[in-house]
């Protein structure tokens, strides 16, 4: 598994924060992508899931995570969908190949990079999806994983 350290570029993005299952995400996804489809607005790149607990910690009822996608325009909130504008971030990335139920083993293998090469993890994971769950077989599936980080 590849690891890089790289620059995420400042970003807006229109997101909903949910708390239950993660079986939701493809619903506010679709929230989401109405959103900006319907405001005349252009995705600046694929969707993705900021993850603040998991289900190792807590009940399914309880997981605490937030899906969004990067636009260009100009919209107000409406509803659920929020906006806000993402600074640029350093992060740890990796690229996985394979069903979403297998991202944390990715996850728990940036952590341990992080920790054994000297950075301080600031916050939340972070999964973006490359590939189409719609289009793509699951063993096919494309996600990049990254943690925000500092160097120690």
Known sequence: MK????????????YVTYKGSYEEVPVLMGEIVGFIMAK??????????VYFNSPQ???????MYEVGMPFAGEADEEGRVKIKMMPEQLVLSTVY???YSGCGMAIGKLAEYAYKNGYEIIGPPMETYISDPNETPESELITEMCFPVMKK
């Open 3 to 14: 690891i890089a350290e790289k620059k995420l570029g400042k970003r807006q993005i229109a």
């Open 57 to 63: 910690e807590v009940p399914v009822d309880e997981l």
């Open 40 to 49: 005349g607005l252009s995705i600046m790149g694929p969707p993705f899931g």
């Open 97 to 99: 190949k394979g069903p």
